[in-house]
């Protein structure tokens, strides 16, 4: 498959050294409005580099990784669609849910093939907790407790065109405990402060949170932010049903473990989400190319990146509000 790449930034970087290296991909072509970083991914791949238009334009080009700022996803993905092209596209879509339901109706329309890049799906630690809890190793599910914590916020100029903490961070998060449960939050209860940095308050955004969902079934799933981690990149996840539990924890650069008269001591955390989820980028374009190839399930797919912003606007606004907020079906 020729992939045409839509933005050259940090994750953009992610995608295109994964379609280059992969047997069953080629990257085609990068575009980005930094002419220089595009230049630089497309030449140390054999990728050209050309325009956005040039590239949704190209017969020869089979499919478009949209890596590129938020507010330009849907209309990018409308139009790669509409000419024909496999469409995979950073989370979200879109930060508006009317305006992501008007997109999906175009792919829709156009008969095309569109993969949302919740790229944790992928994690084979958070995959196996799925086909654990399928298989019933912990009976009826109850509570899905998932922890996600940055070592530090972002630059407030991303802040402050991000959507917010529920649209933005936990938004992964939302998608997550859906992906667990296996049914829909239909009920969410949130709260949120300003601890981490004062001038992210002042930007209009919260930088530590907590949530509650409940499902039609009574499931709960609880989610904790925060923007700040001394230890590292806080990545985990607790399932606990009528039979058991199952844990998923951190991943460390290596599992050695040093003991002596001070105690005990080991590795932190890995640092960020490129460390700790290069695999799953991985993993997340062999399942994108699996679909679009071989007729495989796609997933997540659009509606998933639906009902995510669904939940991270009814979070924003309990946060906002105090109050419990439904969430339509």
């Not at 839509?6 to 970087?13: D, H, M, W, Y």
């Not at 940055?150 to 405990?177: K, V």
């Not at 981490?196 to 009574?218: H, W």
């Amino acid at each position: 498959m020729r992939i045409g790449l839509l933005g050259a930034g940090r994750i953009g970087r992610v995608h295109g050294g994964n379609i280059a290296a992969h047997p069953r991909a080629t990257l085609a072509a990068v575009a980005d409005e930094d002419a220089d970083a595009a230049r630089a991914l497309a030449t140390s791949h054999g990728a050209r580099t050309d325009s956005v238009d040039a590239i949704i334009e190209a017969t020869e080009i089979d499919a478009v990784f949209i890596c590129t700022p938020t507010d330009t996803h849907a209309n990018l993905i409308e139009r790669a669609a509409r000419s024909g092209k496999a469409v995979f596209c950073e989370k979200p879509v879109d930060l508006d849910a009317n305006r992501i339901r008007k997109c999906l109706e175009v792919v829709r329309a156009s008969g095309g093939k569109l993969m949302v890049g919740f790229n944790r799906r992928f994690d084979p630690s958070f995959a196996e907790l799925r086909r654990r809890i399928a298989a019933g190793e912990v009976g009826a599910v109850e509570i899905v407790t998932i922890l996600s914590r940055d070592p530090a916020p972002p630059p407030l100029n991303y802040i402050a065109r991000s959507g917010g903490l529920f649209r933005d961070m936990m938004i992964h998060d939302f998608d997550m405990a859906r992906f667990l449960l296996a049914e829909e939050p239909r009920e969410v209860h949130a709260v949120a402060s300003c601890l981490v940095d004062s001038a992210i308050g002042i930007a209009g955004d919260v930088d530590t949170a907590a949530v509650l969902l409940k499902t039609g079934f009574g499931r709960i799933a609880q989610i904790s932010n925060s923007r700040r981690a001394s230890y590292g990149y806080d990545q985990r996840i607790e399932v606990h049903g009528s039979r058991g539990l199952l844990t998923a924890g951190n991943h460390r650069a290596t599992t050695v473990e040093s003991a002596n008269g001070s105690g005990y001591t080991r590795d932190p955390a890995l640092p960020f989400f490129l460390e700790r989820y290069a695999e799953a980028y991985r993993l997340e374009l062999d399942a994108f190319l699996a679909a679009v190839l071989d007729s495989a399930p796609l997933s997540p797919n659009g509606q998933d990146g639906l009902r995510a912003q669904l939940l991270a606007d009814a979070a924003t606004e309990g946060a906002q509000t105090g109050r419990l907020v439904c969430v339509e079906p």
